[in-house]
């Protein structure tokens, strides 16, 4: 439960947000995939994006941190910091989705600290909830975001 309110959270937000975005900031290739194409990708995005960055890199970071102080007053720090740098790697790994070399730091900036924010908030439910509520709240966030719109003009 979570999960799905913290996705259609991000996702309205997310939604709202894009009307600041230019129509073709991202690459051709994303621009027009039909409504069955976006749900296998937000599918796909929520499973192996989570995994790999709130599973496999979080950790990784908090436990590279927790082992060099090696303090166990500091593990909420360590996840806090594994969270914070698995987010920007997050955020950096979708940096070729975008058209950079039209757009440049006008773009990017915001991409990085929307993206990061998501990633942090990802990484919060891991942290509290588990990896099941992340996936979930990743799927619903780009559900809302990628898939009902289609389908809103679709109907329309």
């Known amino acids: 439960m979570p999960g799905t309110l913290v996705g259609l959270t991000l996702g309205v ?93 006008s773009l990017l900036i915001p991409f990085v600290v929307t993206s990061s924010s998501v990633g942090m908030f990802m990484g919060w439910l891991y942290m509290r909830y588990g990896l099941v509520s992340a996936i979930a709240a990743h799927l619903v966030t780009d559900l809302v975001v990628y898939v009902i719109p289609k389908l809103a003009a679709a109907i329309t």
């Open 13 to 105: 937000i997310q939604l709202i947000s894009q009307s600041a975005v230019p129509k073709d900031a991202l690459i051709p290739e994303l621009n027009n995939p039909n409504t069955f194409e976006w749900l296998l990708r937000c599918l796909s995005a929520a499973l192996t994006e989570e995994v790999a960055f709130r599973f496999g890199l979080m950790s990784l970071f908090a436990w590279i941190i927790w082992s060099i102080l090696k303090r166990p007053a500091l593990h909420a720090p360590s996840l806090w910091i594994g969270n914070l740098l698995s987010a920007l790697v997050f955020a950096a790994a979708h940096f070729p989705q975008l058209e950079l070399q039209r757009y440049g730091l």
